[in-house]
């Protein structure tokens, strides 16, 4: 019997009954709240979402999430009694990347604080027996060690009933002035699920989320020559690079800390990772100057608003750490309300 509560109501208009439901998920791996964010937004009359549990082993990270959901997020996900969460109907989670990523060490299963954290939701859903899986990692998980690592995904969550459909989605489609490519698993007990189609919409530039009140900008002379680039160049994520800082002692330069992007098209990935002067963010020509993305910017680049609360809990710094592990907002929107 599903766990979905089911309510009549009466609609004031034609008083014909309607039926209404809750629909109950829970938030692993939680960060920011992406699945929360979008979950919210689709909230209709008809039909509720409601978060019963989240979890994540970062305290600050906890600390945004229940001022911005009302929820407190639970901790490290192995020291949870998986007996004590609420029964459920979605278990939504974006499990850590690190242990998969081009930029980490590609040890997949072999991470051991990270890379068996598959088996844990494993545990979870053996217990919970949830209707619907929603998880995401990067696209690099299909390819690790040959796609051994990305089969056996497949064959333990094939084993335990689910059909499953899989993409990499690039949130450039998707009203996000970002090219950030990640990989969706959709498993559901009683149906295949039918991506929708990749929109054709022009792409959302950076200048859409353009703080032009910043004034902090690189002050990169002293260390830096700035190079224009022979001609200005699409990648082929559609991300306009303009110049590129090249060390003037190393004569080194143009890795992606180094790249400075124009506005006017989509950005690189926001990554935790990556290092240089445009360290996460990735470098923009604004007002004919170069800086950073601030972390105001960054938040609308995943589809958070202004109201988004943080400034009182984490550095900037951290606000773009926490992003640079972050789903898109408006991607997950999208896949949600096609569930």
Not at 93 to 101: A, D, E, K, R, T
Request: charged letters at 30%; hydrophobic letters at 30%; aromatic letters at 10%.
């Amino acid at each position: 019997m599903s766990k979905v509560d089911k309510v009549d109501k009466v609609d004031k208009i034609d008083n014909v009954p309607k039926e209404s439901k809750t629909v109950r998920y829970i938030d692993l791996f939680c960060g920011l709240g992406a699945f929360h964010y979008a979950f919210n937004s689709l909230q209709t009359e008809q039909t509720t979402y409601e978060c019963v549990f989240a979890c994540d082993i970062d305290e600050n990270v906890r600390k945004i999430y229940e001022e911005n959901y009302g929820i407190k997020p639970e901790g490290d996900i192995n020291t949870i009694n998986i007996e004590t969460i609420p029964d459920f109907d979605i278990l939504c989670g974006g499990f850590p990347c690190q242990p998969f990523s081009i930029a980490g060490k590609k040890e997949g299963f072999e991470d051991k604080l990270k890379g068996n954290l598959f088996y844990t939701i494993l545990k979870i859903i053996d217990i919970k027996t949830p209707s619907t899986i929603i998880l995401e990692n990067v696209k690099n998980l299909q390819t690790i060690h040959g796609g051994e690592t990305f089969n056996t995904i497949k064959a333990e969550l094939q084993k335990r009933g689910y059909m499953l459909s899989v993409k990499v989605i690039d949130s450039k489609y998707y009203h996000s002035p970002q090219s950030r490519q990640r990989l969706f698993i959709v498993g559901d007990k009683t149906k295949e699920y039918e991506f929708p189609f990749e929109p054709t919409n022009k792409i959302t530039p950076v200048s859409s989320i353009i703080d032009y009140n910043e004034t902090r900008y690189l002050k990169y002379e002293d260390k830096y020559n700035l190079e224009k680039c022979k001609e200005t160049r699409n990648n082929k994520n559609n991300c306009k690079m303009l110049f590129k800082l090249v060390h003037k002692i190393t004569k080194k330069g143009g890795r992606q800390g180094e790249r400075v992007y124009s506005i006017d098209s989509c950005g690189p990935t926001i990554c935790a990772s990556s290092g240089g002067p445009g360290a996460k963010t990735g470098l923009y020509y604004v007002n004919t100057r170069i800086r950073r993305l601030n972390a105001k910017e960054g938040l609308k680049m995943f589809g958070f608003e202004e109201t988004f609360k943080w400034k009182t809990m984490v550095r900037e710094e951290d606000m773009l750490f926490y992003l640079g592990n972050c789903i898109v907002v408006n991607v997950v929107r999208t896949l949600l309300s096609k569930l």
